[in-house]
Every structure is written in structure tokens, then in C-alpha cells.
């Protein structure tokens, strides 16, 4: 995969790409989704400073393709492996970049996955992992902080619903 900037536009922007996964996994007849709770490095005084909820996604690394980026952001960020089922779906982001002084198109793609088992694996990054958890899909909807990814995950829960005969 290109990783280099699109330019759209008089040179005004560029498209970023990122993935993720929504992670799940049955326990005791009952389906548990993965959360996990963030918060920022490199707070600002626009940017969050204060933890939220949301699914384990991140940007592309030079030649990785979606799929391997959201297996790979699965594990680093939430230290689990998981398997790709389908993909969910996509969220658009506009975000204005100050040092080059532009503006980005940002989209994440999302797939469903299902839980295989844990990872050790250690990493850092821009934002701090608070806290890892399994929750029902009620549980799950409340806690997420963008309405973006509860849309996401109850288009999740339909497709997973609707593939369970095969998922068994």
C-alpha cells in the first residue's frame, strides 16, 4: 500500500489511513465485546486530556494493508490476538494538522473479529492504555465516547447475529 499523502486540492489535503478491530468473544453462552480505555500523551488544550473508551485502532505502517494494521493495533493496544471475521465499516474524520498547516482526511476501517487468545506483546505509543475489559453490548454502547464507534459495533453485533451458524 502507497502510504504517501493524496493531494485533493490545491495542495490543501491529505488522506491518513487507519484500522481497528471490534473484538469479540463468547463466555458462559453470552457474547462479551473488547473495550479499552485511553487517554493522551500529547494532550493539548484542544485536544483530550481526560480518558475515554473506544476500540483498538491505529494508523498504517509503511507497506501494511488494513487487515494487518488492525490485527496488529488489536494486539499492541488491547494484548490480545484476534482473527478477522468481516469487515464493519468505516469512520471519515476532518482534523487540521498545525505544523504543516492542513487539513487531514482521516478514515478508519473497522473489522469484526473474534477473540483467539491473549499477547504479552509490549508497546507504547501517543496514548496510555488505562484499562482493558470485556463488556455486554449495553455495557460496551454506554462506555464508547464516540457515537461513530456505537454505530459500528451495533452494525457489529447485527452481522455477527447473522453469521452465528457459521461462527460456531
Given at each position: ?10 495542495d ?86 498545525k ?5 487531514i ?40 465516547a ?23
Amino acid at each position: 500500500m502507497n502510504n504517501s499523502p493524496i493531494r485533493i486540492k490545491d495542495d490543501l489535503y491529505y488522506d491518513e489511513r487507519s484500522a481497528g478491530g471490534i473484538v469479540f468473544k463468547r463466555e458462559n453462552g453470552k457474547t462479551l465485546w473488547f473495550v479499552i480505555k485511553t487517554v493522551s500523551l500529547k494532550a493539548s488544550k484542544k485536544k483530550r486530556k481526560f480518558p475515554i473508551y473506544k476500540f483498538p485502532k491505529g494508523h498504517l505502517e509503511k507497506n501494511e494493508f488494513l487487515k494487518q494494521a488492525a490485527l496488529r493495533e488489536v494486539e499492541e493496544e488491547g494484548r490480545i490476538k484476534a482473527k478477522i471475521i468481516t469487515k464493519i465499516g468505516s469512520n471519515d474524520y476532518i482534523l487540521w494538522d498545525k505544523i504543516k498547516k492542513q487539513k487531514i482526511i482521516k478514515k478508519v476501517t473497522f473489522f469484526l473479529m473474534e477473540y483467539v487468545g491473549e499477547s504479552d506483546l509490549k508497546y507504547f505509543d501517543q496514548e496510555i492504555v488505562m484499562e482493558r475489559g470485556w463488556y455486554s453490548f449495553k455495557e460496551a454502547s454506554e462506555k464508547l465516547a464516540f457515537d461513530s464507534e456505537t454505530v459500528l459495533l451495533d452494525k457489529a453485533k447485527k452481522r455477527l447475529e447473522s453469521l452465528k451458524p457459521l461462527c460456531r
